[in-house]
């Protein structure tokens, strides 16, 4: 059996795409990605929320260019890619790790929950099939529950 190494995310956007070009033509985005869970604690009854910020790198020229165009702060986003830890230094010379979902290539996907300016929103990197409509109600499930699971 193969390995594998796969991550999906939906989320909101914290920041803007930010969009960087490379000397050779080459252009990737960078995305911060806000995944939030609430639930309300059995205890006090109080609402809480916990979020995971996530860094995601688009790396396919198509999918840049619709985060370049359609996405902005706030936008939610359902990604799927391959989980990287990359090294680096910082400023002073000292090794530094970052970990993030790199988007692009074979099963690379980007789907805008939102729509583009009210379209459709599902680009996938592997496929050469038009975008398919998300359903209306794509990841409202969680807002309807009220969450008794104990963990």
Do not use: H
């Amino acid at each position: 059996m193969a390995d594998l190494n796969q991550c999906q995310f939906i989320g909101r956007l914290g920041a803007d795409p930010e969009i960087k070009s490379f000397s050779n033509g080459g252009r990737i985005a960078n995305l911060r990605l806000a995944c939030s869970e609430s639930w309300k604690d059995k205890q006090t009854g109080e609402r809480k929320e916990r979020t995971e910020w996530i860094g995601v790198t688009l790396q396919s020229d198509g999918l840049v260019g619709v985060a370049e165009r359609y996405l902005k702060k706030g936008s939610r986003v359902f990604v799927q890619g391959q989980f990287r830890t990359r090294k680096w230094q910082d400023q002073s010379g000292a090794d530094r790790y970052s970990t993030e979902i790199v988007v692009g290539g074979f099963g690379g996907i980007l789907t805008m929950l939102d729509g583009a300016q009210g379209g459709s929103g599902e680009r996938r990197e592997q496929s050469s099939q038009p975008a398919q409509q998300p359903a209306n109600n794509a990841g409202s499930f969680r807002d309807d529950l009220d969450d008794d699971i104990p963990f």
